[in-house]
């Protein structure tokens, strides 16, 4: 079966590097955006599709929409998604906010793609 | 020059004892009674009050009681028809400084009159130096309160400068996270195909140099944390 990953960051890089580490695990078919508007159009198109995104990496600071605001919109269309937030910042207030969105957990960016993508195969039990 | 109050109902008295203490060089001002004897104490400071006890009206030692009532500072020497041991006491415990008795000797006038004059000096002095005594107090609150106004604000603007570099710092070393991700994933990626050994070495080389960067933003996120940070 393919897992299905949505990774959302205004860094371009950030998305390519990531989907490229995520990629090298079979299985796994990545998905980009670059914004939280986008985000949640794309979240929709793909479960619309029959390809539910298994798991969301959300960044949080991001223009147009940020990452707390498409996980609240994507949770609202979705309750059982499972959004984790990718992010630099460790203030405790963004991490409640990003909890209280109802995100499942929160992911430290400086980890580096190689542990974020293990942590992730983690998550999906592949 | 000192002040002499002389209160008599007799006017001969009054001139002979003007005479004497105008000519030892008092400025010497004279009262019949209470009225007048009130009149010229409202009017200037003495520094010494030669005051008959008997007097028709108000006597001499109602109006020490006046002089004492009214915190008037001059010390009182009276003037006693007898030398009654007891009127002399009565007059002293009702606040009289001396007292000299008729017929007045003018060598004993004198010396009262200079004693008394020097205690009030004295009197007069003491006040003095309370008053500045008071005022040096006062500047010295003052000055503490200013210095310590003066400090206060000099903590306080030092604490903003101090919270303004530890957000800039700490916003800085934020931004310095993406890149190095970014680098670092760039770099693993690289490395992981097959290189000539030069060229791997100068990769490794910029690996290592690039988390000891990791290392350092990290501590100054650490530094810079706003307590309770996960």
Redesign the interface.
Known sequence: MTYHILVVDD?P??CE??G??LSMNDGIEVHTAENGKIAVEMYLNLAGSGSRPDIVLMDIRMPVMDGIEATREILEHDPDANVYMVT?????NL?QDAMDAGAKD?IN??A???EISEMVMGVLGA | MDNILIVDDDPGVRETLEARLAREGYAVGTADGFDQAKDALEERDFDAILLDIVLPGVNGIGILEYIKNADIEAPVIMITGDPSVDTASNSVRHGAYDYVSKPIRKEHLLDVVRRAVEKKGLIDRKKELEKRNVEYQKELERKVEERTEELKSAYELLGEEYSRKVRFMRKTS?EF??P???I???L??LMKDDLPDEQRRRLESVSENVKRI?QL??DA?EMT??G???
């Not at chain 1, 630099?88 to 405790?92: C, L, M």
């Open positions: 860094e890089d950030i590097l990531l490229i580490f630099a910042y460790n203030e405790p991490v929160v960016k400086t580096g793609f190689p | 934020h996270i993406n190095l991700s970014i670092s994933g760039h693993t990626l990791e933003v990290q996120l944390s706003e309770g940070n996960k």
